[in-house]
Nanobody
Framework: QVQLVESGGGLVQAGGSLRLSCVAS????????MAWYRQAPGKQRESVATITRGGFANYADSVKGRFTISRDNAKNTVYLQMNSLKPEDTAVYYC?????????WGKGTLVTVSS
């Protein structure tokens, strides 16, 4: 069974940067498109960035130009570089497959952006 472990979150001031990592156990990582999702308090989980097996990326309008998703198939790892962070980016961030999440959700990593 594939397990997803997210890390790299923390507390940062508005305008700051963070880099999130997600390690997936199991070799099937390389055959799936992956995505970063986030869930803010009181809101539904939403996709913010997706990346195909070949590295083609797509972003939600709210993060376009500020976030960059990447992956290392050899390491079964997907990354999210987040720059120019805003208080509205505060959320728990998760990774999973795209366009539908087919693996069990990990615990996520909390990102808190202070104003």
């Amino acid at each position: 069974q594939v397990q997803l472990v997210e890390s790299g979150g923390g507390l940062v001031q508005a305008g700051g940067s963070l880099r999130l990592s997600c390690v997936a156990s199991g070799s099937i990582f390389s055959i799936n498109a992956m995505a970063w999702y986030r869930q803010a308090p009181g809101k539904q989980r939403e996709s913010v960035a997706t990346i195909t097996r070949g590295g083609f990326a797509n972003y939600a309008d709210s993060v376009k130009g500020r976030f960059t998703i990447s992956r290392d198939n050899a390491k079964n790892t997907v990354y999210l570089q987040m720059n120019s962070l805003k208080p509205e980016d505060t959320a728990v961030y998760y990774c999973n497959t795209a366009p539908a999440a087919i693996y069990d959700w990990g615990k996520g990593t909390l990102v808190t952006v202070s104003s």
